[in-house]
C-alpha cells in the first residue's frame, strides 16, 4: 500500500475506471452501469464492493474489511475533502483503489458526521461463515460474503448516537399525481418518533373531495369547474389552485422543516403517454421550485405508479406509495407497518371549512361556535382542543415576515420569535412549542384554559419552585415532606436548623437562606434530571423497534453489542419515567398545600391526571428486572424459570465449561507434573494453557502448540481443546441470543403500556411549554395577562392583579360585534428588542376608533417593526401567555397576513412587484372581520402613479368590500392617500361611486365607513446639519443660486434637518418621508445629498402647484351645479368662465 503521487488528481474520478467517465459528482445518479467485462478482470473484493456501489451510486459506502470500515474512490475523496480522512491507494488486491479507513467502534460518529452534511451512508457488514460441505467440514470461501445491510439519511436516523438536538426529523414524499384536483399529494415521516401524516396541499374543496375518494369523479376538476363558465375564468380559476397549492406546501415545508424530500422518478407505467408525460413536467416543475425554496430534494422510481383516476387520500394515496418505495430502497421494509398509523395534518392549510378533523364535528362545532355545556360534556381539555382548536393561521408569507422560527437575514433561528421566546427544557416540549408559534390556538376555550394555568403558576411562584429552569430561584424551599422518597433523603441533608434565617414561614415551606436554598435546589435538579433529558417520544420509538430482530441474524456483529445500547435505552427510559412519577407527585402536593381551599386549573389537573395515570404501568414494568444489577452488572439478568432459553443456554454453557477444566487438570495432571495450568487469551484465540516459564518441559508435549513464550510464562495451544473451544463459541453465542430475546420481550412488555406512557410523555411537553410560557414573566419588566372577551362571553379574563392600563385611547371594553375581532393595547414592545431601549406603544382596532389604521412617518421611524410588534403580541396573547405590554384586551383573531419588506423571486420568474401583489391579491380574497391585515408599503415596486393607485384601490376593498372589515395596519409613503382619508373623514356629505370621482378623491358611501379609518404616524424630531457639510461644489452653489427666487431663501439648499427617531404612534399625518435626510444618516456623500435636496424641493414645488390647480378646478367646477336660476348668475357663471381659462 502506498501513497498517491503528488501530481495525481486526488478528487478526479476517471482515473482506474474506464466506466466512471462523465459522471456528475455533484449530483450523482442512484445507479450506474458496469459491463460484465469490465468486473471479470476486478480482483474478487474489489467486484464484491463495485456489485453494491454500483446499484447505490449517491450512497456512501462504508465497507466491512476486518476490524475497520473501508470507504473506496470517489467515496474516500468525499472523506478526504470533507473531514481531512488520509488518503491512499493499494494496488495489491483491489486493483487502483484509493481508499480511507475508520475503526468499527467509531462508525456511528463518522455516519453522523456525513449524514449531518447531508449524505446517504449505506452500512456494508460481513456475513456469518456458515457454509458448511457435504463431509461437515466447513468451506471457506475465497472472499468473505457481505451485504448492505442498513442505509442512513439525514431524515431517516433512529440512532440516538447519530441524533443530536430536539428537532422533529421529517422525510417528506410530494406527488403531483393529485394536481387535476388543485392538491399536491404530501405524506411525511418522521421515524425517530414514529410520527406520521398525510399532508393534502391545496385547496379545500379538492382536499375534501379526495378524503369522501372522490379522484377524478369529484366536481372539482380543472377541467370541469362548470361547462358555462369561460375559458379565461376556468384559466383564472386553474392559476388560484396552482398558486393556493404551492403556498400551502410552503407553509408546510416552513412547519415541518423536513431533512429530506422525496418527489417521483420518470413514470412510463401508468397508460397514455400524455398521461405520463403530464405527470414527468409536473414533478420536474416541483423539482426545480422546491429546490428554490432551498431544501434538498431527490427523485425516487415509483415500480408500479397509481393512475390518476385512482389516486386519493388513505391506503391509494400516491405519496404513501411513494414513501413505501423509499422504504423499500432503505432497506427499512420492517418499517412500513406503522405508515398505517398516518392521521390528517391540517396545522398547514390556511382554511378548513369543509374538511373533517374530528369525528362527529357538526359545522357550528367547527367554527368554533359552540355553547358552553358543549365544552362539558367533552371528556378532557386535550381532546376538545384537538377537535374544535383550528388554529390561527399563519401562512408561509407571515411566518416569514414576522421572522417566527427563522430570521430574514441568513435564515437560521438565532433572534427568531421561537428562540427569543422558548424556554422549554423538554425535548418534547421544544418541539411542541415550536408547533404552538406556528400555529397558536384560535378557540377561546383553549386560550382562557392556558392562560389560568399560566397565570396559577406565575402568582404562586410555583414555575421558579418546582421546575429546574433557567432563572434566579426564590428564597422558599418546599418543605421535605412535600418530596416524594426519591429525593427526600438528599434534600434533607442540605436543609438544617442553622440555615433558618426567620422564624415566619409560608404555607407548607420554610425560610432559608439562600445559599443553603441554592444547594438544596440544585441537589433537587440532579435527582429530577433525568426525566428532564431523556426524549420520551424517541426513547419508546426505540422500544417498538427492538421486538423485531432487525440484523443479528444477518449481519456479523456481537448480540452483546446491540444487548448494551438497547438495555440503556431500557433502563434509562423506565429510570426517567419514575423520576417523572415522583416529581408529579411532588408537585401536585405543592399546588394543593399553595391553596388548600381552592381547585388548581383544570387543564392543570387534567395534565397531572394523566402523568399520575402511569404511575402502576411504571411500577409494574420495574418489577420486569433489577434495576439494581442493571446499574451495577450492566446486564438485565432473567430469574431461574422464566426464560427457557436462556435457561438452556447457561446450562449448556456451563457443562462446557466444566469439560474444558476437566481437559485442563488432566493436562496439569500428566504433561506438567501438577504445576498450576491456566486458561488465557491470545488475539481471538482463547482457552490457552499458560503455565510458568519454570514448569516447562524442554520439549513441547505431544498434543500441544507453542504460542507464545515470555520471561514469566509460556502459552500453549491444545489440539483437545478445539472441539469444546468451539462449542463452547456457538453456547455463548446462544447466551448472549438469549440475553438480547429477554429484552425484546421486556420492551413488548413496556410497549403494550404504550399509550398510558405516550399520554404521560406529551402531558409534560405541554407543561413544559406553559412553564415556559409562565418564565417570560422574568425575561421583560413589563409584562400582563391580556383580556380575552368573546361574542358570548361580555367578562373575560382580567389582566394581571393591581396592574391599571389606560384604554381611554381604545374605547370601553364590551362585547364586539359577532363575527369580527378587536384589539385594544397599551405599552406594547417587541420580544427580540433590548428591553431598555424598547419604546412601548399602544394601539386600537376597534369599531369606536377606527378598524384601520393608514400609519406614515419617515424611513427608519419603526413602522414595520410597529407592525411585527402587534402581531408578535397577538400571537402570544393566543398562546395562552402573557404579552410584553401593561394592558391588552381582545377577541381571537383567526388568521395574520403580513405584505411587509421588498423582495424578489428570480428564481421562479417573479418580479418584486409580482411578489408584492400576490400577496396582495391573497389578502384581499381572505381577509374577513376576523383577520389582521399588516400591509407595509404596497406599491413600491412600479411607478409612483401605479404604485398610488394600487395602494388606493387596495385600501378601498379592506374599507368597504369587507364586512365588517379586518383589523388592519396600512403603512405608505403615498401622503395623498392618508390626506384623501383625512378628507373622507372631514366631509359630511360625499358623492356616491357613479359621479365619476378622481383618483384622489374618496367614495365613502356611508358615515358608518368614515370611523373605519384612523390616521396615525411614528414620531420624529429635528435637529440642523451643518451647511458647511453639505457646500462642496461651485456648481451646486450654481444650482442654489438659481433657485433662491423660488423659495426667497439661500439656505434652503444648504440646510438639511436630521430627523431624531422617537418611535412613537401618534395621531395624525406625516406629509414627509425624509428619504434625503436618512441618505445623510447612511453615510452617502455630502454633494450627492445636497443635489437630491435641491431636486426633492422642486418636484414637492411643482406637486403643490398642480394641486393647488386642481383645487381651485374643483371649486369652480362646483360652481357649475344645476339650481334654481337668481339674479346675476349669468354674470357669475361668465366670471367663472374666465377665471377657469
Excluded at 140 to 158: C, F, M, N
Excluded at 196 to 203: A, F, I, K, R
Excluded at 623 to 641: C, H, N, T
Aim: glycine share 6%; net charge negative.
Amino acid at each position: 500500500m502506498s501513497t498517491f503521487d503528488e501530481h495525481v488528481d486526488l478528487n478526479g474520478v476517471g482515473v482506474s475506471y474506464s466506466f466512471l467517465k462523465g459522471i456528475n459528482l455533484v449530483r450523482p445518479p442512484p445507479t450506474i452501469v458496469i459491463t460484465s467485462k469490465d468486473l471479470n478482470v476486478m480482483g474478487n473484493m474489489e467486484r464484491q464492493y463495485w456489485e453494491i456501489k454500483m446499484k447505490h451510486f449517491n450512497i456512501i459506502i462504508f465497507f466491512k474489511k476486518g476490524k475497520f470500515y473501508e470507504l473506496y474512490d470517489n467515496d474516500a475523496v468525499v472523506a478526504s475533502r470533507e473531514f481531512g480522512l488520509k488518503l491512499v491507494v493499494d494496488t495489491s488486491s483491489r486493483g487502483k483503489m484509493r481508499l480511507a479507513g475508520v475503526p468499527e467502534q467509531s462508525f456511528s460518529e463518522w455516519a453522523r458526521l456525513f449524514v449531518c452534511r447531508g449524505y446517504k451512508v449505506g452500512r456494508v457488514e460481513q456475513l456469518h461463515e456458515d457454509n458448511v460441505g457435504v463431509s461437515g467440514v466447513s468451506c471457506k470461501a475465497k472472499v468473505i460474503r457481505r451485504e448492505l445491510v442498513e442505509i442512513l439519511t439525514p431524515g431517516t436516523v433512529t440512532d440516538f448516537a447519530m441524533l443530536s438536538g430536539h428537532k422533529a426529523i421529517f422525510v417528506l414524499a410530494v406527488s403531483p399525481a393529485l394536481y387535476h384536483l388543485g392538491v399536491i399529494d404530501c405524506f411525511a415521516v418522521d421515524i425517530s418518533r414514529r410520527v406520521v401524516h398525510w399532508c393534502p396541499c391545496g385547496n379545500a374543496d379538492g382536499i375534501q373531495a379526495l378524503r369522501d375518494g372522490g379522484g377524478l369523479s369529484g366536481s372539482y376538476q380543472w377541467g370541469k369547474v362548470s361547462d358555462k363558465v369561460s375559458q379565461m375564468e376556468r384559466e383564472h380559476q386553474e392559476r388560484l389552485w396552482t398558486e393556493e397549492a404551492l403556498q400551502t406546501l410552503l407553509a408546510l415545508l416552513q412547519q415541518l422543516d423536513p431533512q429530506e424530500v422525496i418527489i417521483p422518478g420518470e413514470a412510463s407505467d401508468i397508460g397514455e403517454y400524455s398521461a405520463v408525460s403530464h405527470l414527468n413536467s409536473l414533478s420536474d416543475f416541483l423539482l426545480t421550485w422546491i429546490e428554490s425554496e432551498d431544501y434538498p430534494v431527490e427523485r425516487i422510481s415509483v415500480s408500479a405508479s397509481l393512475p390518476p383516476e385512482r389516486a386519493c387520500l388513505g391506503v391509494n394515496s400516491p405519496a404513501r406509495m411513494l414513501m413505501e418505495a423509499y422504504f423499500r430502497l432503505l432497506r427499512k421494509e420492517q418499517e412500513q407497518s406503522f405508515l398505517d398509523e398516518a392521521q390528517l395534518y391540517t396545522a398547514h392549510l390556511s382554511t378548513l371549512r369543509n374538511i373533517e378533523v374530528g369525528t362527529d364535528v357538526t359545522d357550528g362545532e367547527r367554527c368554533g361556535r359552540v355553547s358552553s355545556d358543549t365544552f362539558g360534556r367533552e371528556s378532557n381539555l386535550l381532546s376538545w382542543e384537538r377537535r374544535y382548536d383550528h388554529g390561527l393561521v399563519l401562512d408561509a408569507c407571515t411566518v416569514r415576515n414576522l421572522e417566527i422560527v427563522a430570521n430574514l437575514q441568513d435564515g437560521s433561528e438565532t433572534h427568531s420569535l421561537y428562540q427569543t421566546l422558548n424556554y422549554c427544557l423538554t425535548s418534547g416540549g421544544k418541539r411542541l412549542f415550536r408547533t404552538w408559534v406556528l400555529r397558536p390556538a384560535s378557540d377561546a376555550t383553549v386560550i382562557r384554559k392556558r392562560q389560568e394555568v399560566v397565570r396559577f403558576l406565575v402568582e404562586d411562584g410555583l414555575y421558579k419552585e418546582v421546575w429546574l429552569n433557567h432563572f434566579t430561584v426564590s428564597v422558599t424551599t418546599p418543605p421535605i415532606s412535600q418530596l416524594s422518597p426519591f429525593t427526600s433523603e438528599k434534600m434533607s441533608s442540605w436543609v438544617s436548623q442553622r440555615d433558618l434565617v426567620s422564624p415566619n414561614t409560608s404555607p407548607g415551606g420554610s425560610e432559608l437562606s439562600l445559599p443553603a436554598y441554592k444547594r438544596a435546589r440544585s441537589d433537587l435538579a440532579s435527582s429530577y434530571s433525568h426525566f428532564v433529558n431523556v426524549d420520551f417520544e424517541r426513547n419508546l420509538s426505540r422500544l417498538a423497534e427492538m421486538k423485531i430482530d432487525q440484523e443479528l441474524s444477518v449481519s456479523y456483529v456481537d448480540p452483546l453489542v446491540h444487548y448494551r445500547k438497547n438495555l440503556t435505552i431500557i433502563a434509562t427510559t423506565v429510570r426517567a419515567f419514575r423520576e417523572l412519577m415522583d416529581w408529579c407527585h411532588y408537585f401536585d402536593s405543592v399546588c394543593r398545600k399553595q391553596r388548600p381551599t381552592e381547585k388548581i386549573p383544570s387543564l392543570l389537573s387534567e395534565l397531572l391526571q394523566k402523568i399520575q395515570a402511569a404511575t402502576l404501568t411504571v411500577s409494574a414494568i420495574e418489577g420486569l428486572f433489577d434495576q439494581q444489577s442493571v446499574k451495577e452488572a450492566g446486564m438485565l439478568i432473567p430469574s431461574r424459570g422464566t426464560s427457557a432459553e436462556y435457561d438452556m443456554a447457561v446450562d449448556r454453557l456451563t457443562s462446557i465449561e466444566a469439560k474444558l477444566h476437566d481437559v485442563r487438570l488432566k493436562a496439569q495432571q500428566e504433561l506438567f507434573s501438577n504445576a498450576m495450568v491456566t486458561f488465557t487469551s491470545l488475539g481471538k484465540d482463547q482457552f490457552l494453557l499458560e503455565v510458568a516459564s519454570a514448569d516447562t518441559p524442554k520439549l513441547t508435549p505431544r498434543g500441544l502448540v507453542e504460542r507464545a513464550r515470555g520471561a514469566k510464562s509460556v502459552k500453549y495451544s491444545m489440539e483437545a481443546l478445539e472441539p469444546l473451544v468451539e462449542m463452547h463459541r456457538e453456547a455463548t453465542v446462544s447466551k448472549s441470543a438469549a440475553l438480547y430475546a429477554v429484552l425484546r420481550r421486556v420492551a413488548a412488555q413496556v410497549c403494550e403500556h404504550f399509550p398510558t406512557l405516550y399520554n404521560a410523555s406529551s402531558a409534560l411537553s405541554y407543561f413544559d411549554c406553559l412553564m415556559s410560557l409562565a418564565n417570560l414573566w422574568n425575561c421583560y419588566p413589563r409584562m400582563c395577562f391580556p383580556q380575552l372577551v368573546t361574542p358570548d362571553c361580555r367578562n373575560g379574563i382580567d389582566s394581571r392583579p393591581n396592574v391599571s392600563g389606560d384604554f381611554s385611547r381604545a374605547g370601553d371594553l364590551g362585547q364586539p360585534t359577532v363575527g369580527s375581532a378587536f384589539l385594544r393595547a397599551s405599552d406594547l414592545v417587541h420580544p427580540t428588542l433590548v428591553p431598555e431601549n424598547a419604546v412601548p406603544n399602544s394601539v386600537a382596532l376597534d369599531e369606536e376608533a377606527g378598524r384601520l389604521l393608514v400609519l406614515t412617518g419617515p424611513n427608519m421611524a419603526g413602522k414595520s417593526t410597529l407592525m411585527r410588534t402587534i402581531a408578535v403580541n397577538v400571537i402570544l396573547a393566543q398562546m395562552g401567555g402573557l404579552i410584553l405590554g401593561s394592558a391588552m384586551s381582545f377577541s381571537p383573531i383567526h388568521r395574520i397576513f403580513t405584505r411587509i419588506g421588498a423582495r424578489d423571486a428570480s428564481h421562479k420568474g417573479q418580479s418584486t412587484l409580482y411578489v408584492e401583489l400576490s400577496e396582495t391579491s391573497e389578502i384581499l380574497r381572505r381577509a374577513n372581520g376576523q383577520s389582521l391585515c399588516l400591509i407595509d408599503e404596497l406599491g413600491r415596486g412600479t411607478s409612483t402613479h401605479d404604485g398610488l393607485a394600487i395602494a388606493h384601490a387596495s385600501l378601498q376593498v379592506l374599507k368597504e368590500d369587507i364586512d365588517p372589515p379586518p383589523l388592519t395596519i396600512f403603512s405608505t409613503h403615498y401622503h395623498a392617500l392618508a390626506f384623501e382619508q383625512e378628507r373622507c373623514g372631514c366631509t359630511v356629505s360625499l358623492p356616491s361611486r357613479n359621479q365619476g370621482l378622481s383618483t384622489f378623491s374618496c367614495s365613502v358611501g356611508s358615515p358608518d365607513k368614515i370611523k373605519n379609518v384612523q390616521l396615525g404616524y411614528m414620531d420624529f424630531a429635528f435637529s440642523n446639519i451643518s451647511s458647511n457639510i453639505l457646500k462642496q461644489t461651485s456648481s451646486l452653489e450654481s444650482s442654489c443660486e438659481s433657485n433662491k427666487h423660488h423659495d426667497g431663501s439661500a439656505d434652503s439648499c444648504h440646510t438639511l434637518l436630521a430627523p431624531t427617531f422617537l418611535y412613537r404612534l401618534v395621531s395624525g399625518i406625516c406629509s414627509r418621508s425624509y428619504g434625503v435626510e436618512v441618505a445623510v444618516m447612511a453615510g452617502v456623500a455630502p454633494h450627492i445629498v445636497h443635489l437630491a435636496k435641491c431636486k426633492s424641493e422642486e418636484l414637492a414645488r411643482f406637486t403643490a402647484l398642480h394641486e393647488d390647480i386642481d383645487r381651485i378646478r374643483s371649486f369652480l367646477n362646483q360652481q357649475d351645479i344645476p339650481g334654481p336660476k337668481c339674479a346675476g348668475h349669468d354674470s357669475h357663471n361668465s366670471d367663472s368662465k374666465q377665471l377657469r381659462d
